[in-house]
């Protein structure tokens, strides 16, 4: 059975900083990445690393700020949060693809200003 276990989430001021972890198990993926959704707003994406070529992808919104890594051994993809700002709010979900999509039941980052 595949599970997603997401944690790091908390209460950080603007400008602060967080780093999420997201431990996989169940089977290895192709790629794995972050969502988040704010209250009211819709799931978007926020970044994403390809476990075949080690490529990265992120949102307009947060390159520059955020890093995602990976530690294949421990099938665990890592979200660092730098420069944070309260629009960064969120519950923020892991997500795994190898063909079949799965998720997290996400964490939730608090920025205050």
């Known amino acids: 059975q595949v599970q997603l276990v997401e944690s790091g989430g908390g209460l950080v001021q603007a400008g602060g900083s967080l780093r999420l972890s997201c431990a996989a198990s169940?089977?290895?993926?192709?790629?794995m990445g972050w969502f988040r959704q704010a209250p009211g707003k819709e799931r978007e994406f926020v970044a994403t690393?390809?476990?075949?070529?080690?490529?990265?992808y992120y949102a307009d919104s947060v390159k520059g700020r955020f890093t995602i890594s990976s530690d294949n051994a421990k099938n665990t993809v890592y979200l660092q949060m730098n420069s944070l700002k309260p629009e960064d709010t969120a519950v923020y979900y892991c997500?795994?693809?190898?063909?079949?999509?799965?998720w997290g039941k996400g964490t939730l980052v608090t920025v205050s200003s």
């Open positions: 690393i390809s476990y075949t070529t080690g490529s990265t």
């Open positions: 169940g089977r290895t993926f192709s790629s």
């Open positions: 997500n795994a693809n190898r063909g079949i999509s799965y």
